[in-house]
């Protein structure tokens, strides 16, 4: 790819990749073009090198060997491939599921400590009382006439034990219709402990384990229904009680965010903990004021990725981008430091920020640079931390070239902030708060279904174009679209996250019911580890009623379209499993080198679970496929077609 | 919602809090905190926020809260661009709007700015209790609040005559551009009051909170919903009361606030201005907001929007015939001709006849009809007898078919009918008249409707109609002894004599806990339902509401417990009652819809009962009126001591016979002892207390247990000889 709106069709990103290019800044792109040809092997999935007699590799054109050294086959080979990944993505989004948890417990003994000595020494506490007393309930904890301390204590050691638990089954199971979870326990899909179900998949996959494709894919599913019924959702239920859940607020995104006079203080990655604390500690008065007397008009905190959605969607903040945009930040010139937790951040940051005077600053112990300034960020440190790395950058506020500043001036409005508890207010108000109007809305036809779209972004697809061509495409079809992570933002620079858009873009029936309610066709909810807000959601549908008795009975369908993460793997399979139709765009998974397992997985599989996989790299058939499967889903509910 | 009108909701919304919260500012400024306010005969405190927060406001200063809470609904105006949602704000709006009406309706009791001229203003808890058996049985179809006034008064006229000739009870009131439908309605002369199904609420947009504070206490009384418990209410009225809003004229903001709070009870709004329409359903069953610009298309889409099931009678006749005209009177300057009553002798016989001698739909008049009265006469002697033949007929249904004599001729628009048997009276108006009405339109409403609700056991109806003298004296003394005859047969009936009793489950659909059993010697709590019209209705409908009881074996004779009835009662009351007594008050009563003619109570101190119908709205000696005690005992619960019944109970000799029956009782007022009299006073003798009645306390000597218990010990009455009841 040579053109730079081959690149992406965002204009930030293409001002930002221009500048880049003029001076001279490789990006992401031009390491993409340095690794052509791609490995077909592994895009194929058919090498392995699990065991030292490898590596092998399979002659896809069945001439040459069919079976490694130790006699694994393709099936063999791209299933354990795939179930790897799957471990990995599901290892990602779970472990950050542990250290929220871990942050309730420790809230806990601060409480305990906080008694006994007076002192308070962190700063979290509990935000929603209420959704803390229904989780606390939900694990059978009492909380009358107990103290948030005692709470927290008995909450926090439940659900860490739902890391360690070696028999039973998770508890957030529970959430799924009854159906779901009989179809889970016959098929013996239901995850058991969170740390358990990673570790045995990996075991299954170690030289001379598991050989039957099917067997190891059963293995990869219990894994990754542990991430998104167990690890992604006790992320999200735990930083809604102690960072407060998100209500329907109003954000800017896209480069333009960032401000030419202001101290920018990017926050990207993953976990919110930290950057939550660095919210407030980019109003804290003494720094602002530091801020100004080095001539800034003030501290201006945007995010990047996934960080930024969570303190988008509790604070409003404003995202500056999506995961390819992360460099062409720092490309601006304008940022003065980049504060980065985990996942999704690139090495070539460090390279880039050395191009200008932003500081790239790591804060977790688990994701560090060599030669890169790192804060180790504990929660007994949390505001400490975030004030020293907010203070780094305003001090490195006169450091800036201004002659080398160019901030693209594109920024769009979007309304974010949805979450499973909200849409029952949004619908109903305080008194009847209720999921009636969706599953009245579906049922009439006026909504086609539901759709979610979700993932990453990924060089080798000009960048934003899939998620926004497939979403604008779902909306005319009436389909409303429930979004997550860099697909979310991708589609808000493209102003598809603002009410106004329903007009714009969305079919008759979809407009009906934004104009009725007040909301954009597309619904932000949250980080990609917030795709569990998707499942629970889905799970009030059927409990509504008069959409089926099981989560495959909806007439709903997922896609990644511009994935790139493991962990998007493992999100795509525990909606397979949990019976959602899941296309994955960009390359397909490294599975085609196992016609077997290919067709087990888009096709055979559905008779299993009720769900499958399809692969496209076309957005308007993503799209086609997508309504296609929605219609099949309305026409066995015996519901009327679309009503427009 | 669209933004335009939720913005519009949250604006009225604001307005409408503030009146509110200056008006009672006021209020407690002149009257100070502690002074009563209450809406007049509900025991239900200020209803809706009894029914939603579990409240019970009594003064000035308890309403505070109550505002305090309506403000915290109140949200931001949705900004022009880039809103946030706004359905759920605009609804939380409507709910303020419905708390602060009520506490500004209130505080206008107090102030006695209501009722307003020529408006019934507060609905009491009797009102809806009375058309609670009515709505049940589906001659009331639905209700529609109307607000605002037609572009004329011929509009406004039939629009709401559209309404009645479908059942649907009207509530009219507001106004638009100075001038309220209640006006336009008095200005064409059309009778207005709950016998009509035409009831004006008051003049402006505000008092429209009667009609939802009366729907809600429904949730209440019959749903056997408890006080706080909100959700459930508002899914009650919106499953259950088949109510709408019909806006005529320009929607202001105060309209939409108050539409907003109707659409949270489930109540959709139709209008007829070019609003924006709310199509989503989910918080009403069907669309929320719709327009209707075509008068001649308006009630059938409000009908359509709300899913009200309408069940029109289709009678050949020149006149409109439903049974919202049933309670229309036609007044002596209406009066083309009338029989009966003082006028004339005449009568109304219904008995059945061999196949051959009934010829289905023939209608004879012998004699005069009304328009070849002799000059200046207004009245004429007049027989109305109907044959029928069926083969499923009984003797013993007879009577029941021709009790709907009464209201059969009444649903005819321009018709009176009053009283039975020998004792009635019709009258015919000027107006029907000219619109053709002649005597035999009185056989083929019959024809028609008798085949309509009695097809199950009526194969073939025919109706002669005599007004000569001579013909209606021969005829009726033919009549009067078959009267006789059926009257011995019913008061030999007991409950002892037959082996199967019927249940009455018509009120589920309101209270969907209850269960009654009807007994010879123990008629429906209603006073609608003995047990023989429980076995036609059997008859008719195999598979409806009253279903046969083979009593079983008998567990407590005294407390009138059998086997099968308690297994039937646990079954349908959905297992929350597990025994039910027929003749005691005290242990497993039954428990009542909310529909119940009288209530029973009991008053420890002087070891008596007392009873209270329903239209008695004064204190009784157990320190509660009607409406408080019936709070006390609707929506399917037992509760023992309390029970509510049907006024003819009261003469069984299956009187809470378990506690002693009739000489337990202690007090009832005045004119229930006028309206049972000879029939009470039989019974009294009966039991061998020839004075008891005399000796029962009344309003006029008692409303307080000091009273009461000195009244007793004066009179002496046998409670004092009877065992503790506690």
């Not at chain 1, 709106?5 to 965002?10: A, C, F, R, T, Y």
């Not at chain 2, 503030?18 to 005969?41: D, V």
């Not at chain 2, 000696?621 to 005690?629: A, D, I, N, R």
Request: charged share 25%; proline share 4%.
């Amino acid at each position: 790819m040579s053109k730079i709106e081959e690149k992406s069709i965002d204009l930030a990103t293409q001002e930002a990749l221009q500048k880049a290019q003029d001076e001279n800044i490789k990006t992401t792109w031009d390491r993409l073009d340095c690794q052509q040809p791609q490995c077909g092997f592994g895009q194929l999935g058919s090498c392995c090198t699990v065991c030292n007699m490898g590596p092998c590799r399979i002659d896809p054109f069945g001439e040459g060997a069919q079976v490694g050294v130790c006699g694994a086959n393709v099936d063999t080979i791209a299933a354990r491939n795939l179930a790897r990944k799957v471990a990995v993505g599901a290892s990602a989004h779970s472990d950050h599921g542990r250290d929220v948890a871990h942050t309730l417990a420790l809230l806990a003994q601060e409480g305990e400590h906080k008694h006994a000595s007076g002192t308070h020494t962190h700063n979290y506490t509990i935000v929603d009382t209420e959704k803390f007393h229904k989780l606390a309930k939900e694990f059978g904890i009492n909380p009358e006439n107990k103290s948030k301390e005692e709470i927290a204590k008995e909450l926090s050691k439940k659900l860490l034990e739902e890391f360690g638990k070696q028999e039973g089954e998770l508890a957030f199971c529970q959430r799924a219709p009854q159906k779901r979870q009989q179809l889970w326990r016959k098929l013996g899909l239901t995850p058991r402990g969170i740390d358990r179900e990673v570790v045995e998949l990996l075991h299954t996959t170690t030289m001379g384990v598991d050989n039957d494709y099917k067997n190891i894919l059963n293995t990869a599913m219990r894994c990754a229904l542990s991430d998104g019924w167990g690890g992604s959702m006790i992320a999200t239920e735990v930083q809604d009680i102690i960072l407060g859940s998100p209500q329907p607020i109003r954000g800017k995104v896209n480069l333009g965010v960032l401000k030419e006079n202001y101290v920018n203080i990017v926050v990207h990655g993953h976990e919110p903990v930290l950057s939550e604390m660095a919210v407030k500690a980019a109003n804290d008065p003494e720094l602002v004021k530091l801020a100004k007397s080095y001539g800034a008009e003030g501290i201006n905190l945007v995010g990047i990725c996934c960080t930024a959605n969570e303190v988008l969607m509790r604070h409003g903040v404003p995202v500056a981008g999506n995961f390819l945009q992360q460099e062409l930040a720092i490309v601006t010139g304008a940022v003065e430091v980049m504060l980065v937790d985990v996942q999704c951040i690139m090495p070539a940051l460090h390279e880039v920020s050395n191009c200008f005077h932003t500081k790239l600053i790591t804060t977790s112990s688990k994701a560090r640079f060599p030669g890169v300034m790192h804060i180790d960020f504990t929660i007994d440190n949390a505001y400490e931390t975030a004030k020293a790395i907010i203070k780094a950058g305003v001090e490195n506020f006169p450091n800036r070239d201004k002659q080398r500043v160019s901030i693209p001036k594109h920024e769009m409005d979007l309304v974010a902030g949805f979450t499973k508890e909200v849409v029952f207010n949004i619908l109903g108000g305080q008194y009847r708060s209720t999921y009636q109007p969706l599953n009245d809305a579906i049922v009439s036809g006026r909504l086609r279904g539901l759709a979610g779209v979700v993932g990453c972004n990924n060089p080798k697809q000009t960048h934003d174009l899939f998620h926004t061509v497939l979403v604008k495409e779902l909306i005319k079809n009436d389909v409303l679209v429930l979004q997550t992570g860099c697909s979310a933002i991708a589609c808000a620079k493209q102003g598809l996250l603002i009410p106004e858009a329903a007009k714009l873009y969305a079919g008759k029936g979809l407009q009906e019911i934004c104009e009725a309610v007040g909301i954009p066709p597309v619904l932000h909810l949250g980080a990609c580890v917030d795709n569990s807000r998707i499942l629970t959601a889905a799970s009030h549908v059927i409990a509504q009623g008069g959409l089926g008795e099981d989560l495959s009975d909806i007439p709903a369908a997922g896609c990644a379209p511009e994935w790139m993460s493991e962990k998007a793997i493992t999100i795509g399979l525990y909606f397979v499993a949990s019976g959602v139709y899941t296309i994955f765009g960009a390359s397909p998974f490294a599975v085609l080198g196992s016609k077997n397992l290919t067709n087990y997985l888009t096709n055979e599989i559905e008779g299993v679970v009720g769900g499958c996989f399809a692969f496209s790299d076309d957005p308007l058939e993503m799209a086609r496929l997508m309504i296609a499967h929605i219609d099949k889903k309305r026409q066995a509910l015996k519901l009327k077609p679309a009503m427009y | 919602m669209s933004k335009i009108v939720a913005t519009s909701v949250i604006r009225g919304a604001k307005q409408i809090f503030k009146e509110a919260e200056t008006f009672l500012n006021k209020a407690i400024k002149e009257k100070g905190p502690e002074q009563k306010i209450s809406f007049p005969e509900t025991a239900f405190y200020l209803p809706m926020a009894n029914a939603l927060l579990g409240v019970k406001v009594e003064t000035l200063k308890e309403a505070l809260p109550i505002l305090e809470h309506a403000k915290s609904l109140l949200p931001l105006d949705p900004s022009e661009k880039v809103w946030l949602p706004y359905l759920g704000d605009a609804l939380n709006a409507g709910m303020s709007t419905l708390f602060c009406e009520e506490i500004i309706m209130a505080l206008r009791y107090l102030y006695a700015q209501e009722p307003q001229k020529d408006c019934i203003g507060f609905f009491s808890d009797t009102i809806m209790r009375s058309l609670g058996i009515q709505l049940v049985d589906g001659r009331m179809a639905g209700f529609a609040a109307i607000l605002g006034a037609a572009p004329d008064n011929k509009i406004a006229v039939e629009i709401v005559r559209g309404f009645q000739q479908r059942n649907i009870l009207v509530f009219v009131g507001s106004s638009s551009n100075g001038r309220s439908i209640i006006d336009q309605l008095i200005e064409e002369n059309v009778q207005m009051g709950w016998d009509n199904y035409i009831v004006p609420y008051g003049r402006d947009t505000l008092s429209g909170i009667y009609p939802l504070n009366w729907a809600i206490r429904s949730a209440l009384t019959f749903g056997g919903i408890k006080p706080g418990q909100a959700e459930k209410c508002l899914l009650y009225t919106k499953e259950r009361v088949f109510a709408f809003g019909l806006t005529l004229g320009p929607l202001d903001d105060l309209k939409y606030a108050t539409g907003a709070g109707a659409i949270n009870m489930g109540f959709p709004i139709i209008a007829d201005t070019d609003i924006p329409e709310i199509k989503p359903s989910g918080i009403t069953t069907y669309e929320a907001l719709v327009k209707e610009l075509d008068y001649k298309k308006i009630v059938q889409r409000c009908i359509e929007v709300r899913g009200v099931k309408v069940k029109v009678a289709s009678v050949a006749i020149p006149v409109a015939y439903a049974a919202a005209f049933e309670g229309e009177r036609v007044r002596k300057e209406q009066l083309h001709v009338e029989f009966g009553g003082k006028a004339s002798a005449a009568f109304e016989f219904l008995s059945t006849n061999k196949e051959n001698e009934v010829e289905d739909g023939k209608v004879e008049i012998i004699g005069p009809d009304v328009d070849a009265l002799p000059a200046g006469a207004k009245s004429l002697p007049l027989a109305i007898i109907v044959d029928v033949y069926g083969r499923k007929m009984q003797r013993d249904f007879e009577p029941i078919l021709e009790r709907q004599v009464h209201r059969f001729v009444n649903y005819a628009m321009g018709l009176m009918h009053v009283g039975q048997r020998d004792m009635n009276w019709i009258r015919i108006s000027k107006d029907a008249f000219a619109k053709g009405f002649r005597l035999k339109h009185i056989g083929v409403i019959l024809h028609a409707m008798l085949h309509q609700e009695y097809s199950a056991i009526v194969d073939k109806i025919q109706v002669k109609l005599y007004t000569k003298a001579e013909d209606v004296d021969k005829l009726l003394g033919a009549a009067k002894k078959v009267f006789d005859e059926r009257d011995s047969r019913i008061a030999g009936m007991t409950d002892e004599s037959i082996d199967t009793y019927y249940s009455c489950l018509l009120c589920q659909s309101f209270a969907p806990n209850h269960v009654c059993v009807v007994t010879p010697e123990r008629l429906g709590l209603c006073g609608a339902y003995s047990w023989l019209d429980a076995k036609a209705s059997f008859e008719i409908t195999p598979t409806g509401p009253n279903q046969p009881i083979p009593k079983g074996a008998t567990l407590d004779a005294k407390l009138g417990q059998w086997e099968n009835v308690n297994e039937f009662v646990r079954q349908k009351s959905n297992k929350s009652i597990d025994k039910v007594s027929m003749y005691s008050l005290m242990d497993s009563p039954q428990s009542s819809c909310g529909c119940f003619e009288c209530i029973l109570a009991i008053i420890p101190e002087v070891n008596g009962v007392m009873i209270v119908h329903r239209d008695f709205s004064g204190m009784t000696p157990c320190g509660m009126s009607f409406t408080t005690l019936a709070g006390s005992v609707g929506g399917g619960v037992q509760t023992p001591g309390f029970l509510g019944v049907g006024k003819l109970y009261i003469i069984s000799k299956k009187f809470i016979s378990a506690e002693g029956g009739l000489k337990r009782l202690v007090w009832m007022p005045k004119e229930l002892k006028e309206l049972l009299g000879d029939k009470l006073k039989k019974r009294c003798e009966e039991i061998g207390e020839p004075d008891l009645l005399e000796r029962i306390a009344d309003e006029t000597v008692a409303t307080t247990t000091d009273e009461l218990s000195a009244y007793l010990e004066k009179v002496k009455h046998p409670v004092a000889s009877l065992e503790p009841l506690m």
